[in-house]
C-alpha cells in the first residue's frame, strides 16, 4: 500500500424510489489498500459498491486517478473496476465454470471470444487460485453456493482491473475457504490490487482490512484503522449489540466477541 489516492469520493448520495439510502459519503482510498466496508442490513454496503463502479448513477463526485468518473467510457472503467455480487446474476446457470469465468475477460477482447493464449492463461490462473479448477466443465447451477461465490471471485480476478469491489466476499463459504479467500485478498492488495469489500464479519475485518469504512443509515459513522474504529462503544451504538473486546496476544489482534 502507497500514499497514492486511487478513488476520491465527494459528498456521494443516492436513492431508490423512496428516501436517500447513501447521504454524502465522501472518503478516499489507497492504491493496493484492502478497505472493509461495515455497518448493519440497510446501511447502504452494496449501494455504495454499486455506485462506485457506475451500475448505479448516484449524485456526487467520484474521482478515480484524479479523474472524473464520469470521463472513463463503460469499457474503461471495466478495466479500472471489477465488481462481485453476492448473488448468482439471472440466466448464467447453466453456462459452464470455465466460461464463466473466461467472461471475465470481455473487456480485453477486441473481436473474437478468444483473442490470444493469455486470455486462456489468465483465466486458468485466476481458476487455480480460487480452488476451481476442478470444476471447468461443471455447469454453475450445478455448483454449491460456496463453489459459486468463488467462481463468482475468479471471474472478477480474470478480468485483470485495478479494483475490485466485493459484495460479501465470504458468503456461503465454510470456514477454511473463508480465511483462504480472506487471506488471498489480503496478499494481493500487498501486491498493488486495490479491494473495497463489504463484510459482516467484523473479526475478519480487524484481520485483513487496512482501514474499516463504517456505514450507519446511510451516513459514514466512522473511517479508519480498524483497532481504532471498531470500539465496543461503537459496535453497541451501530448494531445494538454489547461486546467485549479481547486481545490475542499470540495472534497480536483484537477480538470482538458479543455478550449478549
Known amino acids: 500500500m502507497n500514499d497514492e489516492i486511487t478513488i476520491d469520493v465527494e459528498r456521494l448520495s443516492f436513492k431508490y424510489d423512496g428516501p436517500d439510502v447513501l447521504r454524502a459519503i465522501s472518503f478516499n482510498v489507497r492504491k493496493g489498500e484492502f478497505i472493509g466496508l461495515v455497518g448493519p442490513n440497510g446501511s447502504g454496503k452494496t449501494t455504495l459498491l454499486k455506485c ?55 473487456p480485453h477482447m477486441k473481436g473474437l471470444w478468444w483473442e490470444c493464449f493469455e486470455d486462456e492463461k489468465v483465466v486458468l490462473k485466476s481458476m487455480e487460485l480460487l480452488s476451481v479448477n476442478g470444476l471447468a466443465d461443471r455447469r454453475v447451477n450445478e455448483l454449491s453456493s460456496g463453489e459459486r461465490q468463488r467462481v463468482r471471485i475468479a471471474r472478477a480476478l480474470a478480468q485483470q482491473a485495478r479494483i475490485v469491489l466485493i459484495d460479501e466476499p465470504t458468503a456461503h463459504l465454510d470456514l477454511k475457504h473463508q480465511f483462504k479467500i480472506m487471506r488471498m485478498l489480503k496478499d494481493l492488495s500487498k501486491s498493488g490490487l486495490t479491494i473495497v469489500a463489504a463484510l459482516h464479519d467484523l473479526n475478519l475485518a480487524l484481520a485483513y482490512c487496512d482501514r474499516i469504512l463504517v456505514l450507519n443509515e446511510g451516513k459514514v459513522f466512522a473511517f479508519g484503522k480498524p483497532n481504532e474504529v471498531l470500539s465496543k462503544e461503537l459496535i453497541e451504538r451501530v448494531y445494538g449489540v454489547k461486546t467485549k473486546i479481547l486481545m490475542d496476544k499470540e495472534l497480536d489482534r483484537m477480538l470482538i466477541v458479543p455478550i449478549e
Open 52 to 106: 462506485l463502479c457506475r451500475l448505479l448513477k448516484p449524485c456526487g463526485l467520484i474521482y478515480i486517478d484524479g479523474t472524473s468518473a464520469l470521463e472513463y467510457t463503460l469499457k474503461e472503467l471495466a478495466k479500472i473496476f471489477s465488481y462481485v455480487s453476492s448473488e448468482q446474476p439471472p440466466g448464467s446457470g447453466n453456462v459452464s465454470v470455465f466460461d464463466t469465468i473466461a467472461a471475465g475477460r470481455t
